[in-house]
Antibody, heavy 117, light 110 residues
Framework: QVQLQESGPGLVKPSETLSLTCTVS????????WSWFRQPPGKGLEWVGY???????NYNPSLKSRVTMSVDTSKNQFSLKLNSVTAADTAIYYC???????????WGPGTLVTVSS | EIVLTQSPGTLSLSPGERATLSCRTR???????LAWYQQKPGQAPRLLIY???TRASGIPERFSGSGSGTDFTLTISRLEAEDFAVYYC???????????FGPGTKVDIK
């Protein structure tokens, strides 16, 4: 059973960079793409982007200019950096496995990131 | 850009009743890339259906998906207490568009 766990600061100041890491256990890291999603409190789900174990990436066009994702295969981890954050980036951030055929089968529990001074 | 619309916004039903949730797109999409998720308060989404009609691992038989082209449906044959939640449809764009979600349908207790 694949398990994911997000980690990182829960509070980020406006204009700074949001940084999160997702640690994957219980499965093969190379079997999936690895995605980040976010959900503002009380609102719907938004895909942020995904990264493959090789390091190739695909980002949501609306966030592309501010997003960087990377992988560390030695630690079975992948990361998200979102720069120049504003209050609109306040959300629960989820990491998840992704496959073209099955979609997003495994999810982390989510971590709330608040952008505030 | 693929836009998914879901209806109704809220569905008020009693346990034991049948729930029919709709997901529509303005342009045809491949059913291979259409999925449904359930989300309960304070929890991550849970994959229910992929490929428009295939139940994910461990999903009860009362959940079924159907549809093709621009119209897709999630049916819960007999609602149980644990089924009251928000349901999202999702599409994967295989031309690099990534994942897109509908706005969700909330199924609440009547």
């Amino acid at each position: 059973q694949v398990q994911l766990q997000e980690s990182g600061p829960g509070l980020v100041k406006p204009s700074e960079t949001l940084s999160l890491t997702c640690t994957v256990s219980g499965g093969s890291f190379s079997n999936f793409y690895w995605s980040w999603f976010r959900q503002p409190p009380g609102k719907g789900l938004e895909w942020v982007g995904y990264v493959y174990y090789s390091g190739s990436t695909n980002y949501n066009p609306s966030l592309k200019s501010r997003v960087t994702m990377s992988v560390d295969t030695s630690k079975n981890q992948f990361s998200l950096k979102l720069n120049s954050v504003t209050a609109a980036d306040t959300a629960i951030y989820y990491c998840a496995s992704s496959s073209v055929r099955i979609g997003n089968e495994y999810w982390g529990p989510g971590t709330l990131v608040t952008v505030s001074s | 850009e693929i836009v998914l619309t879901q209806s109704p916004g809220t569905l008020s039903l009693s346990p034991g009743e049948r729930a029919t949730l709709s997901c529509r797109t303005r342009q045809r999409i491949s059913s291979r890339y259409l999925a449904w998720y359930q989300q309960k308060p304070g929890q991550a989404p849970r994959l229910l259906i992929y490929g428009a009609s295939t139940r994910a691992s461990g999903i009860p038989e009362r959940f079924s998906g159907s549809g093709s082209g621009t119209d897709f449906t999630l049916t819960i044959s007999r609602l149980e207490a644990e089924d009251f939640a928000v349901y999202y449809c999702q599409q994967f764009g295989n031309s690099g568009e990534g994942f897109t979600f509908g706005p969700g349908t909330k199924v609440d207790i009547k």
